[in-house]
């Protein structure tokens, strides 16, 4: 029978291998999950899988932290065992985390044909690891799924065949409007006492800016004026949590309001609800576009520039009076916001398509 290995190792994978399974459920595959482990702290890996009802791990590689060329490097020969025993026809890599990387490159070289969700997204910044594994997936794998035409037009800017990109839409589109009627505010009410469409979220996990602690003192000076207005959520990445601490800023402070890592569902009641995400994430660039809700994203570029042209993300950098002035030019929430083209919650199905048709040639 043929078989499909899916890789998923860190919190932003989970939502979008969760509609693709199920959507290949209706194909006669096999399908098998790896969890890297990549992550492993049960609010950002397991919680995950409960929720979004993905099946249990075929194989939990347990890789955990390291160094970057070591956590590579670990799930690379787990996942070369992993390959060699499951023997797929096809593996399925999301977005530009190091397990991306990692996986494709054991497949790559095994022979085995891969397809990248989250394909050609460049912020062209190679300071940033994503970038790196982006640019290397993307060199590697068979089939090129694309979120938006930008990603489409970068891949072929760098000379890739016409044949291996389709243009599919977001996937994590899918599991967001799967899941919008449940994610109510009264969900987080009792850990977080904000009121609808009267505070901002604020997440930050990005090495540049949390590692270095002028950059994050310089974002937190921005965060606590913002505060001063409305309350600002912030619920801490692990990464972030330490640097806090290194900073002695690891606690709620006035109007900044700090939570543990959210769930799924929690975390989308909690932004589908705000006014206001200020953030260094990629999902929640394009999570925010699709809710409406005005985003100001704290880095110097972005891998989704269609969040810019078509949602409602500003790039604004990590200047404290950047972020001031473009908090005060903060558009309303839009309460029927454009989507960009084909993220309207059926990318999974274009893709199982996709798969299908490319696994019977
Ligand atoms: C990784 C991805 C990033 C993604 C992010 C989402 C890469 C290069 N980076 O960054 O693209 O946006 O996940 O969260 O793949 N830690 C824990 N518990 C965990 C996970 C991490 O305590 O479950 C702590 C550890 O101290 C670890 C640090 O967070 O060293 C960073 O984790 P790591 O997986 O290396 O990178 P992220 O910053 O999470």
């Not at 791990?57 to 670990?74: C, E, V």
């Given at each position: ?40 702290d049960?609010?950002?890996?397991r ?17 955990g ?26 593996v ?27 394909a ?13 594994n982006?640019?290397?997936t ?57 009121s609808?469409?009267?505070?901002a ?5 990005r ?31 692990p ?36 006014r ?11 999570e ?9 994203t704290?880095r110097?570029n ?34 029927h ?19 299908s ?5």
């Amino acid at each position: 029978m043929t078989t499909i290995v899916h890789v998923v190792g860190a919190r932003p994978n989970y939502m979008k291998i969760a509609p693709l399974m199920e959507a290949l459920a209706a194909y006669p595959f096999r399908q098998v999950l790896v969890n890297t482990g990549q992550h492993y702290d049960d609010m950002m890996s397991r919680a995950f899988v409960r929720e979004l009802c993905l099946p249990t791990p075929n194989y939990d590689l347990g890789i955990g932290s390291a160094s970057h060329a070591m956590q590579t490097a670990r799930v690379m020969i787990e996942f070369e065992r992993v390959c060699l025993a499951e023997q797929p026809d096809l593996v399925v890599v999301v977005g530009d985390v190091n397990s991306t990387l990692a996986a494709s490159l054991v497949a790559a070289k095994l022979l085995v044909p891969v397809s990248h969700v989250e394909a050609g997204l460049r912020s062209r910044d190679r300071t940033m690891p994503e970038e790196i594994n982006r640019i290397v997936t993307d060199r590697l794998a068979d089939v090129l799924l694309a979120p938006s035409q930008d990603a489409v037009d970068n891949l072929l800017a760098e000379g890739e065949s016409p044949q291996k990109i389709r243009l599919v839409g977001n996937i994590m589109i899918d599991s967001l409007l799967r899941h919008l009627p449940m994610a109510t505010l009264a969900r987080v009410q009792d850990r977080v006492a904000v009121s609808d469409r009267a505070y901002a979220v604020l997440t930050l996990h990005r090495p540049s800016n949390v590692d270095s602690p002028e950059t994050l003192r310089r974002i937190l000076d921005g965060v606590l004026k913002i505060a001063d207005d409305m309350p600002v959520v912030f619920p801490v990445h692990p990464r972030t949590r330490q640097r806090l601490s290194e900073l002695g800023a690891n606690h709620s402070h006035g109007g900044l309001l700090l939570t543990e890592p959210l769930g799924y569902v929690d975390f989308l009641s909690l932004t589908s609800h705000a006014r206001l995400i200020l953030t260094d994430s990629g999902g929640l660039q394009e999570e925010s576009t699709v809710l409406g809700i005005p985003c100001l994203t704290l880095r110097e570029n972005t891998e989704r520039p269609i969040t810019v042209t078509n949602g409602t993300n500003q790039v604004v950098g990590t200047a404290t009076a950047d972020i001031l002035a473009a908090y005060r030019r903060v558009p309303e929430v839009a309460e029927h916001p454009d989507r960009p083209p084909l993220w309207d919650g059926k990318t999974a199905g274009r893709i199982a398509r996709v798969l299908s048709e490319v696994l019977s040639t």
